[in-house]
């Protein structure tokens, strides 16, 4: 099950990275203990196609283990219940893609917790279920 926390709000908003960067710090400083496991894989990457030599930069990522539809944070941890906590943060106005989406459910399907969050506030709540599961 990929559990929503918020919902999507068109308009003017904060970032996914300054909503990340909140995530992170929040993380860091109420678990403390569990920050070594819990991380954001850089899998975004934006590509100047003008700019010789993009697609061999692309390739390289791939061949590297970058995969579309990561989530951005990720607790190996684990809890009683689950083996691992998967969390895809949206800004308020963002969307899930469809990579994400199937990212989630393979975690799911696997026993991992599956959260969409839209904004850092979502996320507490998320963690917080996590934990307590």
Request: proline letters at 4%.
């Amino acid at each position: 099950m990929i559990h929503t926390y918020g919902h999507r709000t068109p308009g003017k908003c904060r970032s996914e990275t300054a909503e990340q960067m909140d995530c992170m710090s929040w993380l860091e400083c109420h678990y403390p203990d569990r920050a070594g496991l819990c991380f954001h894989p850089s899998n975004e990457t934006t590509v100047d196609k003008r700019k010789p030599g993009w697609a061999m930069h692309l390739e390289k990522r791939r061949r590297m283990g970058v995969k579309k539809g990561a989530p951005d944070i990720i607790d190996l941890w684990g809890t009683d219940r689950w083996r691992s906590g998967v969390f895809e943060l949206k800004a308020l106005n963002g969307k899930a893609t469809k990579e994400q989406v199937e990212f989630l459910e393979s975690a799911d399907a696997r026993g991992s917790f599956c959260a969409i969050c839209y904004g850092f506030e979502e996320f507490k709540k998320a963690w917080l279920d996590y934990l307590a599961a």
